[in-house]
């Protein structure tokens, strides 16, 4: 026999699984808006687009990112990271992982 869902739950729209409050909030307020210089804009957008995570660049110069999950949250540092962060600083940060790992 199923039982009856909790007081502090919401079925969820996609899955029939149960959501808390804090989750329902979260996606919510998912959008963000980011600043970034324009001539990276696009190619972070384009990016952000190719892992289904929906980027509109607006014409005042920022970017409204909509990350509804802490994993697309973590995809977006990522790119914002990969795009803005000097190549030196990356290289760096990739060599200590291998030194951590080897």
Request: overall charge neutral; hydrophobic content about 35%.
């Amino acid at each position: 026999m199923k039982s009856a869902p909790s007081q502090n739950s919401v079925p969820h729209p996609n899955d029939g699984r149960n959501q808390t409050p804090n989750e329902i909030a979260y996606q919510a307020d998912s959008s963000q808006f980011i600043s970034v210089d324009r001539s990276v804009r696009w190619q972070i957008c384009h990016r952000l687009q190719e892992l289904d995570i929906g980027c509109d660049c607006l014409a005042d110069g920022r970017m409204r990112v909509s990350a509804p999950t802490p994993l697309a949250l973590i995809q977006v540092r990522s790119v914002l990271q990969q795009e803005l962060m000097p190549r030196q600083v990356l290289l760096k940060q990739l060599e200590r992982c291998w030194q951590v790992l080897g």
